[in-house]
Structures are given as C-alpha cells and as structure tokens.
C-alpha cells in the first residue's frame, strides 16, 4: 500500500498517512491533518493550430509517416522505378538522334522488329552488329546468325526474338540518318548507299579516275530488287537504283548520271574496261573489239545489271558490234575503239 510521509508541525514527529485518505492524525500529540489532494494539470500537445490529447499523438505521428511514405511511393512509381528493367533506348549520337545507344537488345520486347541503319562511332575504327540467339554468345559460334563490320554504316534487317549486340556503333530508324554527300552531290568512300533515303530514286555512275589500265579486280556489289549483282569495276559502271535498293560503293566515285564527268578515251580513241552508255558516254555506232581474254556484255534492255552468265567470249563472234541509243556494253580486259575513228 502506497504511504505519505510528513513532518507534524506541532511537535516534529514523522507521520505517514495512507496516499487514499483524505486526512490523518499525529500519534504523539494528536494533531489532526487534512490532505488537499491536488489534480495534475493535464498535458496537451498541438498539430498546427489542433490540439491533440496525449492517446491521439501516436495516431497523429503515424498518420503522418503514412502521408510521407505514400508521397514516395508515388514518386518512385511515376519515376519509373518500378517498371520491368530493359537495356537503355539512345537519344543522342553526336549531335543527332539515335535509336539505340551500344547494348544488347532482344527484338520485340528491347527494340521494334525490322530494318535499321547502323553508324559507326567516330572515334571508332569500325562498327559491328552481331545477330545471336543467345544474349552472352560472341561471333564466330553457332549462336551468332550474323555478324556485320563496317567502317562507316550499315543496314540489317532483324526480326522478333532475335538478340542485336551493338559495339562501336549507335543504330538509327531507316531515315533518321543519312549518309554525307560530299560537296559537289557525289559519294566517295566505304558505305552502303540506299535509294530513296541516302540517294534517289534513278540511274547513276561510278567514275574511277585511278583506272589507267585494261584490267581490273576491284569490284562493286549492288542489291538491286532484291538480287545481288557483283561487277568488276573498271573505269566506270552504270547503276539503275530503286527504292529499297543498296549500292555497296568502296572503289570510285558515284554520280547521279547526268551529273558524271564524261569518259575519256585513250591517245587512240579506246575505251578501257568498264560499262558504257551509247548516246550517253560514247557516241552510238560500231566499236571493235580488241583483246583475246577478256569477256563482254552487250545490254539491250537499258537496265545496267546482267549475270555472269551473260558474258560472252570476243573469239565466238564477230569483233564487231553495232550500239544504238540507250544500250550498254559492258567489258573487262578488253577495248573498244569506235570504227570511224581506228587509225
């Protein structure tokens, strides 16, 4: 039981009074006291300008932990925190837009399916696109569809569910970059060349000034509906390019036809290997053959691509043949010399 302790002021002595009673009485001399019981102030505690009583702090203080926790949750949430994490998806190369930075993507879920232009770093020597079907494999293993290296761009085609592993390169929607054209409308250089976005639409030429002989190994590949066509180079080729085609140009200079320098024929009037153009390059009329080894195609068509297996051998036939406007002829270790003009 809880006890009181006083001093009786009468005569000195200790009393202990019981904490319930409402007074007590001294056991030496008899003195009476009684106990004012005072109430404790009550405490209270303000949220602003509310008053808040002692059993509400707590759900006050935990109300407003809640508040806070739901302000960062929201936050986070409309931050992206939250969402399913995929490789990074590029906006800038250089000072130009870009579809994806370097990274590994897996197509249909990373990146749309489709066809691309890859660009090469600028600091980098060359790019590389690899297609795998395997996130971690590397190229050169069964896992590796395709592997694309380019010293300036690149298109490729990938569809869903395949991984792209881009390195040295950024990739771009087909469009969103284009390649350079040099000052004068012409190219020049190591790139892929797409008619309708990096050319037009129509015929072109590709002059090579460095040809000074007869015979040629450079070569030039073109996809041209959709079919691969590979030519010998020589002095200059002619290209009839649609939308969607790509001119694979590493040798030479391309020209947009009308635009091309004329060709220039040897100190007796021969036209060394490459493809011509009669009324355009050459004058029409009869041109002599001249050489024993080389092949030739006379085009009648007006288109300036042909297979291989339209070559023919000079020693079959007549060492004469007869150009009208429009057609070509296409040779290689071989001249030809405008009748009319043979010395």
């Known amino acids: 039981m809880k006890k009181r302790h006083y001093t009786c002021e009468n005569c000195g002595a200790e009393l202990i009074i019981d904490a319930r009673a409402d007074s ?19 405490v209270h505690h303000y949220f602003g300008n509310i008053r808040i009583t002692p059993p509400r ?38 000072h130009e837009s870009a579809y994806l930075f370097e990274g590994t993507y897996l197509v249909g879920e990373d990146m749309d399916a489709g066809e691309f232009a890859a660009f090469k770093a600028p600091s980098a020597a ?23 290296l380019f010293r ?32 004068d409308g012409s190219f020049e250089g190591v790139m892929v060349l797409r008619g309708g976005t990096d050319i037009p639409v129509g015929n072109f030429v590709i002059s ?16 041209i509906g959709g079919k691969t066509y590979e030519k010998q180079l020589g002095s200059r080729t002619h290209l009839n390019v649609g939308n969607g085609d790509y001119v694979y140009l590493v040798y030479g200079k391309l ?18 290997s490459g493809q011509y153009k009669a009324g355009f390059d050459i004058p029409v009329g ?14 009648t068509s007006g288109f300036a691509f042909f297979d291989t297996g ?28 405008k009748e009319d003009d043979e010395q």
């Open 208 to 223: 090579n000034q460095d040809a000074t002989t007869g015979q040629y190994t450079k070569m030039i590949k073109c996809v």
């Open 126 to 148: 060359r790019g590389e696109i690899l297609v795998l079907t395997d996130p971690n494999a590397s190229a050169g293993t069964s896992a590796c569809l395709a592997q694309y």
């Open 255 to 272: 020209y947009a036809e009308k635009d091309a320098p004329a060709p220039v024929p040897g100190e007796d009037g021969e036209y060394v």
């Open 57 to 94: 702090v707590v759900l006050a203080v935990t109300l407003a932990a809640v508040l806070a926790a739901a302000i960062v949750i929201l936050s986070l949430y409309f931050s992206g925190v939250f969402d399913e994490k995929k490789p990074p998806v590029a906006d800038k190369f250089e």
């Open 152 to 183: 300036n761009n690149e298109y490729f085609t990938v569809e869903a569910g395949v991984y792209i592993k881009v390195k040295d390169c950024n990739v771009f929607r087909v469009g969103d970059k284009k390649v350079d054209a040099q000052s």
């Open 24 to 42: 007590g009485k001294c056991e030496y001399c008899g003195s009476v006291y009684y106990i004012d019981k005072q109430k404790p102030a009550e």
């Open 286 to 299: 009869r041109y002599r053959i001249n050489g024993n080894y080389g092949r030739f195609v006379h085009n």
């Open 310 to 337: 339209e070559l023919t051998d000079p020693s079959t036939m007549s060492r004469y043949i007869d150009l009208r406007e429009g057609d070509y002829i296409y040779f290689t270790q071989l001249t030809i010399v």
